[in-house]
């Protein structure tokens, strides 16, 4: 999603260890109504995991950012002094160094395989078209590109199609339980759908989308994002105004 920065500050808190007494040394940085931040997010809320959140629209954090990534592109995850670039990457550290309940990668390695190929279906197929979309609207009209939207368009909508025949008799993008793969879904369905509406024809997106949004992680996300809309450069359906 767009990262929009020039907005009232929030404030930063520290999450609650669980009853694993982890010691709080991870540290995320973020914004909380960009769509790749919320994927990172949903991984941490879904084990209850301590980290400090640094929203990247508060003091110095963007400096900081900037001083451990200069490409300065987000969410990023420090643990002491390792240093965790792009969402996938961190879901990744999180299931080695810091698992919990959710095994949002799966043992079994074929399974493993499946999810990795649908974190990418979602990254690649659907955020990325869309965040092609929400860019050229952020653009003055003279540097506008007709053309690269319209495929954008175009490649959302053979995403939906594909991904309807796709979640046919599934509850989860993979296998019977919650993924990284679902982590990505999430968000990137939920703004792909404000960007180019999901036709009603497509009911198995539809109502993979509802479960993801019931899903308490992402609406946990949703919540914290909810204050950001008004930078949205799009109209928003009127049926997702209050979601």
């Known amino acids: 999603m767009i990262d929009p920065l020039s907005i009232q500050p929030t404030s930063v808190r520290r999450h609650s260890p669980t009853c694993r007494e982890i010691a709080v040394s991870l540290a995320l940085y973020a914004h909380p109504f960009s769509s790749y931040c919320q994927k990172a997010l949903i991984a941490l809320y879904e084990n209850d995991t301590p980290f400090e959140y640094r929203k990247l629209d508060e003091g110095e954090h963007m400096a900081q950012l900037e001083a451990l990534w200069p490409i300065k592109r987000f969410p990023i995850l420090t643990d002491g002094a390792t240093t965790i ?3 996938t990457c961190i879901i990744e550290y999180l299931a080695v160094h810091y698992p919990g309940a959710v ?3 799966p043992r079994d390695p074929a399974l493993a395989v499946e999810v990795r ?3 990418r279906f ?3 197929y659907v955020s990325t078209p869309q965040q092609k979309v929400v860019f ?3 653009r003055a009209d003279d540097h ?3 053309q690269a939207v319209a495929d954008a368009r175009r490649g959302l909508e053979a995403a939906y199609a594909w991904l309807e025949e796709r979640m046919t008799g599934r509850h989860w993008a993979v296998g019977d339980r919650f993924s990284m793969a679902d982590c990505a879904a999430a968000p990137f369905l939920f703004y792909a759908h404000w960007t180019q509406p999901i036709s009603a024809a497509f009911v198995n997106v539809h109502a993979y989308r509802e479960r993801l949004l019931a899903r308490p992680s992402f609406a946990r996300a949703v919540e ?3 204050p950001y809309r008004r930078f949205f450069p799009l109209k928003v359906p009127e049926t997702e ?3």
């Open 144 to 146: 506008r590109d007709p």
């Open 103 to 105: 095994e949002l990668i």
């Open 122 to 124: 979602f990254d690649n």
């Open 117 to 119: 190929m649908l974190d």
């Open 85 to 87: 670039l792009e969402a």
């Open 136 to 138: 050229d609207a952020l």
């Open 241 to 243: 105004l209050l979601r």
């Open 224 to 226: 914290e994002a909810r």
